[in-house]
């Protein structure tokens, strides 16, 4: 009977601990926001077929192999108190219009030749600015 | 590496039904420039379905940044640090998107952080010239 009691109070502990967490993770988290997208990515169909983007603050960042779309890169500041190891990143209330037309992507070419090309990104080798 | 065709694409991926990327968000970097906290955030200009060759624009989007507090309060250095001059300000106001609505938040805390370490009965004496950088006006003198 007692230790029916124990584990029973032992689930009704764990359950309360559990809850405890959780209330206190959800109520310290904080957010800051920004509207997008910051800038008009263009798209055009290049010379030899391909799509060809065009943007100032654009950076490709797909693997070898993958499309090469490019990125937006946004950078926000967080408060003095916030702890940076913990930032994530979502983009809510998202909406893509399709451009017209079948596209053909090029695919991402491997690091080191994508060096020598315009609009070569920070996986390329690029510096990060921070 | 053996998995990409001889044309340089990924099979994975040009042979799969669905979009790519499939979250607009690839990378979470973040980084420290003097005393400001910098997150840098990847998002995708476009989505794009090989298969049929579909591509899609981000017309519209809200992007969110959630973070917890530090766990710990500021400590002496991190308050001095606050008191760091003013030479990256420029730079990060150029780089980051919401400098306008954030440089407050550290002035705040630097303002804050004094006011406690008076109340614990330190002597804080604010010269014109500090509270002229911290609140960026040319003739006032605070005491805490």
Same mark, same amino acid.
């Not at chain 1, 502990?13 to 405890?20: C, E, S, V």
């Not at chain 1, 988290?29 to 990515?41: C, D, F, G």
């Not at chain 1, 060096?115 to 921070?130: D, T």
């Given at each position: 009977?007692?230790?029916?009691?124990?584990?029973?109070?032992?689930?009704?502990?764990?359950?309360?601990?559990?809850?405890?967490?959780?209330?206190?993770?959800?109520?310290?988290?904080?957010?800051?926001?920004?509207?997008?997208?910051?800038?008009?990515?263009?798209?055009?169909?290049?010379?030899?077929?391909?799509?060809?983007?065009?943007?100032?603050?654009?950076?490709?960042?797909?693997?070898?192999?993958?499309?090469?779309?490019?990125?937006?890169?946004?950078?926000?500041?967080?408060?003095?108190?916030?702890?940076?190891?913990?930032?994530?990143?979502?983009?809510?209330?998202?909406?893509?219009?399709?451009?017209?037309?079948?596209?053909?992507?090029?695919?991402?070419?491997?690091?080191?030749?994508?060096?020598?090309?315009?609009?070569?990104?920070?996986?390329?080798?690029?510096?990060?600015?921070? | 590496?053996?998995?990409?065709?001889?044309?340089?694409?990924?099979?994975?991926?040009?042979?799969?039904?669905?979009?790519?990327?499939?979250?607009?968000?690839?990378?979470?970097?973040?980084?420290?420039?003097?005393?400001?906290?910098?997150?840098?955030?990847?998002?995708?200009?476009?989505?794009?379905?090989?298969?049929?060759?579909?591509?899609? /624009? %981000?017309?519209?989007?809200?992007?969110?940044?959630?973070? $917890?507090?530090?766990? @710990? !309060? &500021?400590?002496?250095?991190?308050?001095?640090?606050?008191?760091?001059?003013?030479?990256?300000?420029?730079?990060?106001? /150029? %780089?980051?998107?919401?400098?306008?609505?954030?440089?407050? $938040?550290?002035?705040? @805390? !630097? &303002?804050?952080?004094?006011?406690?370490?008076?109340?614990?009965?330190?002597?804080?004496?604010?010269?014109?010239?500090?509270?002229?950088?911290?609140?960026?006006?040319?003739?006032?003198?605070?005491?805490?």
């Amino acid at each position: 009977m007692t230790a029916i009691r124990f584990k029973h109070f032992g689930r009704a502990a764990a359950a309360g601990l559990l809850m405890l967490l959780l209330v206190r993770g959800t109520a310290h988290a904080e957010e800051v926001s920004v509207m997008l997208p910051l800038e008009r990515v263009t798209v055009s169909v290049g010379d030899d077929g391909f799509a060809k983007f065009g943007g100032s603050e654009v950076q490709y960042l797909s693997d070898t192999g993958e499309p090469a779309i490019p990125y937006m890169i946004v950078r926000t500041l967080l408060p003095p108190e916030a702890d940076p190891a913990t930032a994530v990143a979502a983009v809510k209330n998202r909406r893509f219009e399709e451009q017209p037309g079948t596209w053909q992507i090029r695919p991402t070419p491997q690091r080191g030749y994508e060096n020598s090309r315009q609009g070569a990104g920070r996986l390329a080798g690029g510096p990060n600015p921070l | 590496m053996d998995r990409i065709r001889s044309d340089g694409k990924d099979p994975a991926i040009y042979e799969q039904e669905g979009l790519f990327p499939k979250d607009p968000v690839v990378g979470v970097t973040s980084g420290k420039l003097r005393q400001w906290q910098i997150v840098e955030v990847a998002v995708a200009a476009f989505q794009y379905e090989p298969l049929t060759g579909r591509l899609y /624009r %981000l017309a519209k989007g809200k992007l969110v940044v959630s973070f $917890r507090p530090k766990s @710990t !309060l &500021l400590t002496g250095g991190e308050t001095q640090a606050l008191l760091a001059d003013g030479v990256a300000d420029d730079q990060v106001k /150029r %780089l980051t998107v919401n400098y306008a609505a954030m440089a407050p $938040r550290y002035r705040g @805390t !630097l &303002l804050a952080a004094q006011a406690a370490r008076a109340r614990q009965g330190y002597a804080i004496v604010t010269t014109n010239a500090i509270a002229n950088a911290v609140s960026g006006s040319s003739a006032s003198s605070t005491t805490l």
